[in-house]
């Protein structure tokens, strides 16, 4: 019998919109996960005589819509598939020996994002669990965040078409061994910018000639996929199509006499800046270790290079950034080198 600690949470792409395969991929259970479904109910407003309160017989359920948000800790494998429903198109490539490059970007072929099923199992008193699965799962946004001090996490929130409690549950499995990516490491390249950046290939990785190291204390990306979400029609409601995309980057900088100007004249000129975020781990693939990168060709900023000091401590900027599109590359690229050798 499970735990009251042994909530589980899987996942798999759909090859048909709504239609749920059975959970493969399976990620660690965070406090504060879960999904909810609002049948959208109506009314009937019709009363017969003798009744003075609005009648049973006329409330009616029409077409369901799930909702909900999921965090994980960031690490080295496991992740491909998820990533690829966040972002839009992914590739996974030998690198060499054992070693695999996952390159995930804000690409979308035709209107939609690939969909997943998601399974949540929740533990009952008595140690039964419940399954809850909802198909037909689109991506509406999604955070990755390196904290100050902390491990890097991604937290997806969900739109689902359907939901189904018949569905038997999975059974949980997990990568073996893998890393989590946090704060401190790398000892080096954490951030750079500016320079000319050169995108990753399917086997390389991205790289800047002739950018500037940052001190950066936290980075957040978030994405925002434009879905629109109110595709009712009679009888049912049809995939989310995407819109208009929207990427931005939050970073706290230490303000030094290296990054200070720089970042305020290229905020006050209204420059464009690449970024090449970089993350990696102690573990050693056939090729160098498990490592993480967000290249991003063309950053500008929103806000916040204008440094406010504090008596007697370093002064820190936090700075918003505005990731578009050049027209040259690719907007955003999330890069994996990893051990796993499908996504």
């Known amino acids: 019998m499970a735990t009251m600690l042994d909530h589980q949470v899987g996942w798999i792409p759909e090859s048909t919109w ?23 109910v109506v009314q009937g407003k019709g009363l017969r005589v003798g009744s003075q309160v609005l009648r049973a017989g006329r409330r009616v359920g029409l077409v369901g819509q799930g909702t909900g948000k999921l965090q994980f800790e960031m690490a080295s494998k496991g992740f491909g598939t998820m990533l690829t429903s966040c972002w839009g198109t992914s590739i996974s490539n030998l690198v060499s020996g054992s070693t695999y490059q996952q390159v995930h970007t804000p690409v979308v072929s035709g209107t939609f994002l690939p969909s997943l099923a998601v399974q949540l199992g929740i533990v009952k008193p008595g140690g039964t669990v419940d399954p809850y699965t909802y198909g037909g799962c689109s991506v509406t946004d999604f955070d ?20 189904a409690t018949a569905t038997a549950l999975a059974t949980a499995s997990y990568p073996s061994a893998p890393t989590l990516y946090n704060s401190a490491l790398p000892v080096t390249g954490g951030m750079t910018i500016g320079g000319t950046l050169t995108a990753p290939t399917t086997t390389a990785l991205a790289s800047v ?6 001190n950066v204390k936290s980075w957040k990306l978030s994405v925002k996929n434009g879905l629109d979400l109110k595709r009712d029609v009679i009888g049912g409601r049809n995939q989310p199509v995407v819109g208009v995309r929207s990427i931005s980057l939050t970073t706290v900088i230490e303000y030094d006499a290296v990054t200070g100007t720089t970042l305020r004249d290229a905020h006050i000129g209204q420059t464009v800046n690449p970024i090449l975020l ?7 693939l056939s090729t160098g270790t498990a490592q993480m990168q967000l290249a991003l060709p063309a950053a500008y900023t929103n806000k916040g290079p204008i440094p406010v000091p504090a008596d007697g401590k370093m002064v820190t900027t936090s700075i918003d950034w505005e990731i578009l599109d050049n027209l040259t590359l690719t907007s955003a690229y999330h890069v994996f080198r990893t051990a796993d050798t499908v996504l």
């Open 209 to 214: 000639a002739g950018g500037t190291s940052v």
């Open 144 to 163: 990755l965040e390196m904290p100050d001090g902390g491990i890097a996490m991604l937290t997806v929130s969900l739109d689902a078409r359907s939901l």
């Open 18 to 40: 709504n239609t749920p395969p059975t959970v493969t991929r399976f990620g660690e259970w965070m406090p504060g996960n879960g999904m909810d479904f609002d049948p959208n």
């Open 278 to 284: 970089n993350a990696t781990t102690g573990e050693s």
